[in-house]
């Protein structure tokens, strides 16, 4: 008995030096935005030691082991553990995490966890692409996502988005390869993708098979990108401001020659040709000492008309909290974009002509719990464009244009400050910089809103697990151009030697501006959902299931397309959804939809489009939980098989019917007196529908060694039948233009993955993620003309396969040789085959490499594309309509036949050597690009050194289009540049972005 009372006098003795040694920590849990509520905080080691963070992310912990080491954890972020120490006030960091098992990613109409999809869906947060510094949402996922593919045609504010495809592409139908795009569940275009602000994202998924998008049926053939914007969470009220300015220069910069170097080549080409040269010797010697500025003049017009850096500025505010029964999230933005065209405005002339873009963005996300079993959303966003550019048209197209300027045309000013002209040109234009100055702008105004009322009421007095929502959402788009313009300004001819001005034309004033307008889009749409969703557990069994009605109706007026203008486009349908999971290890999924669209008559109007998906957890059979499988968190086979549809169409919206057309005046009798007529159109197609696709996906998901691994793999093939296409082997002789039918096929197969790693050492924490895309596709069927020759023939290859000459050397005048494909001693039409490749990749991939220490952090992010061609023609690189460029000086010479990287240089724009009159392999090249695509470094600033009332602060420089590394020269284009084109569009930007971001 002694003993029991020693033993229990000892323990109560030794209670207050046990006590003493407990470890007491508090402090706070954030991400880049923010403190974060509802953190997991355990001790390592310790069962049931453990607490949460409250709203405003704090918390306050007493330790009961040794070991002293906390572990942080969160949906959606990496785990971090710590070692802490008594008293210690932390500040905790989590980084964004995508691939852990409790993921959950948004498809259509609902969210997925990762463990338990089936289907193929790629995922990124918003935050992860919240700093990088474009205006356009689609150029920021460029390398972030597996079988996204983008290609930014153009840097010009406002005008800069990247067209995108998802999986390539599968249909010879030129509008029949754009995604279906969803933003809270409103339709959008390519366009309004591109006015988001970004600040307003919390994630965007890309559904990419049968199994995610038939439930969208009609509209599921080419993949569907969905965008869902932030809302708020119960807590105090958080307020986070981010200010952001920006430096933009041209990716790549045109070097052109001097007029000296230009001028010598223009003597060389009328040589070639048999002329006389232009320029004396004399001449020349003024070019080369450059001593006389105004009668041999020499002026870089790129460098005179563009400014090297321009400005961009971006602010954004929001708000958001709430209590259980009301929670929102408000924001609003302002975004501004320069364009790099310098000033040439006068006291005369106060009109703004340069290049610009204005955006200005609201939005209002309202949830309400109205009862304890029904819950009302209200969303309302607004966005409100400016887009401005000069009445004096493409100005970088001007520049390259040697038809309308050259180096030596004219001075920049006349020595009295008067405008020059182009007085050795056939336009006599004035000089580019007289035009910018005086003759205005075209300002296009786009004002969009939308609006979504729903709500959620729960079921479960009729069955638990049963819920009912209803959605009705409206948008509406008006847009209106004003042009405030005038003609050419007075311009002369200077002479220097007469010291005389001589007028260009009949007037010696300007005159007054005109100012007009233009109404351009204005339309409505209004989707109606309603919908059934159960999801409910037995046991092991886990059930999910969807009943769905959609109508959607889209009304339309454009000032330049008067058929159809506001009548209703109409589409409706239901879909049903089924999924069940036994433990999470074997998953069904089966869906279909039946829907329809009025563009088709109405027994050709629905169709079925049904889908179904296995998925098989192998890591959760018993024999993955010994010892030598442990570090397997995740092991998931996966396919799904369905048929999805198009109903994206060319031309005529009712393809069904017959069309009748204006034809213009037609004169009778022996007088010219112009009388209106009607011409018969293309033939109807009573028989016209939809474009089917069946898609199989089979593909592997994997989280290895505690998720810190993560990998998914996924292999395509998709057939695109019953495509629309217009027949081109009817005889021209029938006299009428044939209706498309629905009779081409293409296959589109390939594959595209993700592969992650995320871990720490101490408190620096690292990741490394690469994302890889391939497809390749191959028409089968397009009713085509049997050709001469096989080798002509467009079936069996890509589509928008290139076709020319094959080159095989130089000739002993310089020109390009042809391979004489036929062998009849002639190059011509038959000569032709295919050469290159598609103007869209084939192959891209992306490597995001990314650090953080303490409240130090870095993320890199390399981006590249191969398996692609372009060709650059007109002004872009030909003698005398392009501007002498530097390829030039490496053209046929006798001296240069051995190491001549262009042909012999001539004034005839139709000569063999013209890509645009004679494409071959020799201009078509196969290119491929690495880039620098962003760059971000950021600092946390520590709780302990910010004023009170701020929560967090963060400063950070990020970079966008840095560095471009690309495998040819013969070009100075963009690698992005559309092929067959002139590559003159205002050129894409490199930006570099200081940012501040401070949360109240």
């Known amino acids: 008995m002694k003993k029991y009372l020693y033993a229990i006098l000892l323990i109560f003795l030794m209670s207050p030096i046990i006590s003493f040694a407990q470890t007491r920590v508090s402090g706070i849990v954030k991400d880049a935005s923010g403190p974060l509520p509802g953190v997991s905080i355990k001790e390592k080691g310790v069962e049931r030691s453990g607490t949460s963070t409250d709203v405003n992310g704090k918390f306050t912990m007493v330790l009961r082991g040794q070991a002293n080491v906390l572990v942080f954890s969160s949906i959606g972020f990496q785990s971090q553990e710590l070692k802490v120490q008594d008293g210690q006030k932390l500040e905790v960091i989590l980084q964004a995490s ?86 809270d569940d409103i339709e959008y275009s390519y366009e309004q993708l591109s006015q988001i602000n970004v600040n307003e994202i919390e994630s965007i998924s890309i559904l990419k098979d049968a199994s995610t998008t038939a439930i969208y049926g009609i509209k599921g053939a080419n993949g569907v990108l969905i965008v869902t914007t932030r809302r708020g969470s119960a807590g105090a009220p958080k307020i986070n401001v981010r200010v952001e300015t920006g430096l933009q220069a041209p990716v790549k910069k045109p070097t052109f020659l001097n007029s000296y170097e230009s001028a010598l080549l223009v003597n060389e080409a009328l040589t070639n040709d048999g002329q006389s040269p232009q320029f004396s010797d004399e001449d020349l010697e003024h070019f080369r000492k450059g001593d006389d500025p105004y009668g041999h003049p020499d002026v870089n017009w790129y460098k005179e008309i563009f400014k ?5 500025y971006n602010g954004n505010i929001d708000i958001s909290g709430g209590a259980e029964a009301v929670k929102y999230f408000i924001s609003g933005g302002a975004f501004t974009q320069n364009g790099n065209v310098r000033t040439f405005q006068d006291a005369e002339n106060q009109v703004n002509p340069n290049y610009y873009y204005r955006r200005f963005n609201f939005r209002s996300n309202l949830d309400v719990q109205a009862s304890k079993t029904l819950n009302l959303r209200f969303d309302l966003s607004g966005r409100f464009n400016r887009v401005n550019a000069p009445y004096a048209g493409n100005i970088v197209g ?24 182009a007085s050795d040109t056939k336009g006599l234009l004035p000089t580019i910089n007289a035009r910018l100055a005086t003759q205005g702008y075209k300002l296009e105004r786009r004002n969009d809103l939308n609006v979504l009322f729903g709500g959620t009421q729960k079921l479960d007095a009729l069955t638990k697990g049963l819920s009912f929502i209803g959605r009705v959402a409206y948008a509406s788009v008006e847009s209106n151009a004003r042009l405030q313009r005038r003609e050419n300004p007075p311009s002369y001819l200077y002479d220097p030697d007469s010291d005389t001005y001589t007028l260009n034309g009949p007037t010696y004033t300007s005159g007054n501006y005109l100012l007009s307008a233009e109404q351009g889009l204005f339309n409505h749409r209004v989707n109606i959902q309603a919908y059934f969703n159960y999801d409910r557990s037995f046991g092991s069994h886990n059930v999910h299931g969807m009943l769905l009605y959609n109508r959607e109706s889209y009304k339309e007026k454009n000032l330049f397309v008067n058929a159809n203008n506001w009548i209703p486009q109409n589409f409706q349908g239901t879909t049903f ?21 009025d563009r088709f008559k109405a027994n050709n109007r629905f169709g079925l489009f049904p889908a179904v998906s296995l998925g098989y957890s192998i890591s959760k059979e018993n024999f993955f939980r010994k010892e030598a499988l442990e570090f397997v968190d995740l092991l998931k086979v996966r396919a799904s098989y369905g048929v999805v549809g198009s109903d994206k169409v060319e031309g005529n919206r009712y393809l069904y019917d017959q069309v009748y057309l204006p034809q213009p005046g037609v004169s009778f009798g022996e007088t010219n007196n112009p009388e209106n007529s009607i011409i018969e159109g293309p033939l109807g197609n009573p028989d016209v529908a939809w474009e089917k696709q069946k898609e199989f996906d089979l593909g592997v998901d994997a989280n290895l060694f505690g998720s810190k691994l993560n990998v998914t793999v996924d292999y395509f093939n998709n057939m695109r039948y019953r495509q629309l296409i217009k027949p081109t082997s009817l005889p021209l002789n029938i006299g009428v233009e044939a209706s498309p039918k629905n009779i081409a096929r293409v296959r589109n197969k390939g594959f595209d993955g993700e592969l992650g790693y995320r871990s720490n050492a101490g408190n620096f924490s690292y990741n490394v993620s690469a994302v890889f895309s391939y497809f390749k596709n191959k028409i089968l069927f397009k009713d085509e003309p049997s050709p ?3 080798w002509l023939r467009e079936t069996g290859h890509s589509i928008n396969q290139p076709f020319g000459y094959t080159f095989i050397g130089f000739d002993d005048k310089g020109n390009l040789k042809y391979k004489d494909f036929n062998e009849d001693g002639v190059i011509d039409e038959s000569d032709k085959t295919a050469i290159g490749k598609p103007n869209l990749p084939s192959t891209s991939y992306g490597l995001t490499l990314g650090g953080r220490y303490k409240g130090f952090s870095i993320n890199v992010l390399f981006q590249g594309t191969a398996g692609y061609s372009f060709v650059v023609k007109g002004t872009g690189i030909e003698p005398f309509q392009s501007q002498f460029q530097p390829i030039h000086q490496q053209r046929w010479t006798p001296e240069n036949s051995q190491n001549a990287q262009f042909p012999r240089l001539t004034t005839n724009p139709t000569s063999i050597n013209s890509p645009a009159a004679y494409l071959s392999d020799f201009w078509l090249i196969d290119a491929k690009y690495l880039r620098l695509k962003t760059l971000e470094l950021g600092y946390q600033i520590p709780n302990k050194a910010l004023p009170l009332g701020i929560s967090n602060a963060r400063i950070y420089l990020s970079g966008y289009n840095l560095l471009t590394w690309t495998n040819y020269s013969k070009y100075q284009q963009d690698p992005e540049v559309e092929s067959n084109t002139a590559g003159d569009t205002y050129l894409n930007q490199r930006v570099i972005n200081l940012g501040f971001q401070v949360g109240l």
């Open 577 to 597: 959804k089924a999924i069940y999971d036994y433990k999470e290890k074997y998953i069904v999924d089966f869906s279909a939809a039946y829907n329809g669209s």
């Open 398 to 421: 001007e520049v390259y244009d040697f038809s309308r300027i050259h180096p030596y045309s004219a001075p920049f000013l006349n020595p009295n400050g008067s405008y020059a002209y």
């Open 308 to 312: 090297p850096i321009s400005l961009q």
């Open 788 to 790: 001469a020759y096989p």
């Open 98 to 183: 995508n691939r852990s098992l409790d993921e959950v990613v948004v498809v259509g109409f609902g969210k997925a966890k990762r463990i338990t999809t089936t289907g193929s869906v790629s995922a990124i947060k918003g935050a992860e692409i919240r700093e990088v510094p474009t205006s356009s949402v689609q150029n920021a996922l460029q390398g972030k996502l597996p079988g996204f593919i983008a290609q930014q045609r153009s840097g010009q504010p406002g005008r800069d988005a990247s067209d995108f495809f998802i999986r390539g592409v599968s249909s010879l139908n030129k509008d029949g390869n754009q995604p279906l795009i969803i933003v």
